[in-house]
């Protein structure tokens, strides 16, 4: 046979070009790896979707950002992992988050896709430490051992000595992931439970710089100069608190904050720290559309939100402008009597005056989708 009459094989279905053709970008490189070498990993507490399922639009809701990118169930527990992928972030590194389809929100748990499977194994080892025997000397999960050896991880991973608590685990995984900005956090959280204020700020700093879209640790930081009774500090975090994605603000029980917190959206708590130390916001704040949305109407209204995404799109302000739509669409995605679907097409013009056409093309699948009325 002469090479111009040899014929390229047919890709099976699932392969990695589906699910970049999907998602509209290339893979990281360990992804790729993982799936080369495992068509259906697991490694808890992720139970990873078959590429075919990825690429087929598993794990997409209607509602959800166009920028985040299921790929795993999280086991016993039925939130979703995946990328966050935005034109900020560096190609190919992005975050790996958790979507609580339960509380609806988005966390982050690792800097990027080798630091989520260093994650995994540690965790999943921790989570099921009766399931480990002194015998054995080494975790019991045959599939987690194949992933380990096959994608080149630390064996430490494996047969390290587990963290004996929280506390513990959490500073494992900053080692693991310098930029976790969940662990680091919590590491925040228990210095101030200690008394040492200051150590707790160094944290919730370090994990705003690593999340910056995160917006939990500025609420963290401005909770501690509000308990300090510096208000016009805390006003200046609860600003940036509300400057991130609704979706991207967490609970008030996620966080060791005393008995005397209110059990409360992140993002509500922040709002109301606007509005009750008015006096101690500067000209710029109060000048700022979003000031009126979030302090003196409802921030939880999406008519409000949209409002205002129109208000900023006309000022030219993209970028709020998409915050605004994705905020409004999560509001009312499963509210009857909305119409959620005009989002959808706003978002999608403004994806394509972005040039951004894989993100347009993700917000067209998930407006076919079938809308939650819970």
Known sequence: MSRSDKRPSPRKSGSPPDVEQFWGTGLPTAFTHLYTQFSTPFLAPCEFF?????????GREFGMLPTFLPFGRAVHEGGLYGFYRTPHNIEGAWPILYWDTDEMYLEPVASDFEAFLRRCVLVGRYETELQATEEDGEWGDESTGKIVRGMNLPPALLNGPLPRNDSELH?????????DSQSLCHLGCARRSRG???RALDFFHRASEAAPWFGDPTYLVADVYRERRDFARAVQEWWATVQCL?????????????????EADIYEVAADG?????????????????????????PYDPDVRERLGQTLLKQGNLNGAEREILNALALCGSERGKQPERLYDALIDLYTRQNRPHDAALARHDRTLPRSTV
């Open 50 to 58: 078959a590429l075919e399922a990825i690429a087929g639009g598993q």
């Open 171 to 179: 500073e494992r995984l900053v080692v693991l992931d310098s930029q």
């Open 196 to 198: 040492d204020d200051e």
């Open 246 to 262: 609704l979706p991207l603000c967490t609970r008030t029980w996620e966080w060791d904050l005393g008995d005397d917190h209110p």
């Open 274 to 298: 606007l509005s009750q130390f008015e006096k101690e916001a500067t000209a710029e704040m109060k000048a700022d559309p979003l000031w009126n949305a979030v302090v003196q109407q409802d």
